[in-house]
């Protein structure tokens, strides 16, 4: 933090402790792992028959995922929302993933289902 004056974007594969910037701000390093988008890839993709998992539906992960931050979220260094709120973040990604996949043509709505939900914050 020093190099940069907290001005970084920083996720890491395990948990890290908060750190204080020189001024007294602190930061928090993102815990960037499969816990989020993995799940809501796979049940998105059981949920419309999804005939193939391209790249593109793992970039729609990960932008609809950095957009569930608030900006005091993201000024603080959290990329993600809290591990505390996974379930409901992986809940309102399966949605948004269900409609990028049968609006791309990757899948279908389910049974039962006349049309897709808007988008679901």
Do not use: K, W
């Not at 995922?65 to 900006?71: C, E």
Request: net charge negative; glycine share 10%.
């Amino acid at each position: 933090s020093e190099a940069t004056e907290g001005r970084v974007v920083f996720a890491s594969g395990s948990p890290n402790a908060p750190l204080q910037l020189p001024g007294g701000r602190q930061v928090f390093p993102a815990q960037a792992n499969n816990a989020y988008v993995f799940p809501a890839v796979g049940h998105a993709a059981v949920i419309t028959r999804c005939s193939s998992i391209p790249d593109a539906v793992f970039l729609e992960a990960a932008e609809a995922l950095g957009a569930m931050s608030t900006t005091q979220q993201l000024a603080q260094g959290q990329l993600f929302p809290p591990l505390s709120r996974i379930r409901a973040a992986c809940e309102h990604l399966t949605a948004h993933l269900v409609q990028f996949m049968v609006a791309s043509g990757l899948g279908q709505l389910p049974e039962g289902v006349a049309e897709a939900p808007g988008d679901v914050q």
